[in-house]
């Protein structure tokens, strides 16, 4: 623990809960999830994902898909390729 420091950030509650939900699914902490974005500013000297802001089309399918509309959904990868194809 003598090499350990604290950091402190304020975010808002919900962000909080629902990333929490999300990480306790895939076993980790919010602590070990925050150590993995340092170490991956690190390692890629930067940060590890494009930060843009999205163009009007984009912005439009997201709030479209936050919304749950004009989402299609599929059962497996093959039903995905067929519908792909088709």
């Known amino acids: 623990m003598a090499n350990e420091a604290s950091i402190h950030a ?3 509650a919900r962000t909080k809960s629902e990333a929490q ?25 930067g940060i590890p994902f494009d930060v843009k802001i999205p163009n009007a089309l984009t912005a439009e399918t997201l709030t479209k898909a936050d919304r749950g509309e004009d989402v299609v959904e599929f ?12």
């Open 21 to 45: 939900r999300i990480l306790n699914t895939l076993g980790m902490t919010l602590s070990e999830a925050i150590s993995l974005y340092l170490r991956q500013i690190i390692f890629t000297k």
């Open 75 to 86: 059962d497996s990868v093959d039903e995905l390729l067929e519908d792909l194809h088709s």
């Open 10 to 12: 304020r975010v808002d």
